[in-house]
């Protein structure tokens, strides 16, 4: 697993999401940041955030309050996946966790009132129902 200092985490988030609609930043409770490689994404701990896409300041502002509510979740939780995707023009931010299998991740997904999860493995959205 490739670790990440916050800056690099921060502009590898920024310019996946630019490139290729999305990003999914792991941070562990020792605080250390990687790209997680498995299991199903699932948002909703706190309210989804966004900025326009050409706002770079913005993107940074909003990064860095996403990461101040991870390290407060991270009292309570393992880990935390900070994701990032491109929806009307607009980045948006969500505070979530990696779940191992797919029948509880949607089961959360829904308890939380998430529209979708995001498979890491296969890299897809998969809407719950």
Known sequence: MENFS???????AYGSTM?????SIGIMDN???????????????????????????????????????????????LAMVIGTWVEDGKIVFDLCNVIDDMKSALKLAKKR?????????NQREIFVK
């Open 6 to 12: 916050f800056d690099e985490a921060m502009c590898f």
């Open 31 to 77: 605080r250390e940041l990687y790209v997680p490689k498995r299991g199903y994404v699932v948002g909703g701990i706190v309210p989804e955030k966004s900025c326009d896409m050409d706002n770079e300041s913005a993107f940074k502002h909003t990064y860095n309050r996403l990461f101040y509510q991870a390290e407060l979740a991270l009292e309570r939780e």
């Open 113 to 121: 009132g998430e529209r979708a999860i995001y498979d890491l493995e």
């Open 19 to 23: 490139l290729t609609g999305g990003s």
